[in-house]
């Protein structure tokens, strides 16, 4: 419905930041999209960091942001939060390609 679509607007546009790094990671497919000067490469390693081919989900563990979700190109981006200050999770449903919190 149309108010759902608006709750889903609301929720990107009430975490700018988190959009914008959801955006950056699946551009840049890579996990760590900083320049060599900012952080070194260890270069053997470095392939599992990419996200090439995107992939349909990520889940990104940052304790500093409360819980977030956001969908870039076809790859939805979730932030559970931190689980030790309030118990709450993330449930991702492949079939559906669906995020939610607990």
């Known amino acids: ?7 889903e607007v609301s929720e990107w546009e009430r975490r700018p930041l ?3 790094l959801a955006a950056t990671l699946v551009q840049q497919a890579h996990l760590c999209p900083l320049p060599i ?3 070194p490469v260890y270069w053997e390693h ?3 960091l990419w996200l ?3 992939p349909h989900c990520v889940v990104l563990g940052d304790r500093t942001e409360q819980q977030a979700l956001a969908k870039f190109e076809d790859t939805e981006l ?3 939060g931190c689980f030790a200050d309030d118990g709450s999770f993330a449930v991702y449903r492949p079939a559906t390609r669906e995020g939610e919190f607990s």
Do not use: I
């Not at 419905?1 to 709750?7: A, G, K, Q, R, V």
């Open 78 to 80: 979730v932030n559970p």
């Open 18 to 20: 988190f959009r914008h």
């Open 46 to 48: 470095d392939h599992s």
């Open 52 to 54: 090439y081919p995107a």
């Open 1 to 7: 419905t149309m108010e759902e679509e608006e709750e």
């Open 37 to 39: 000067a900012q952080l």
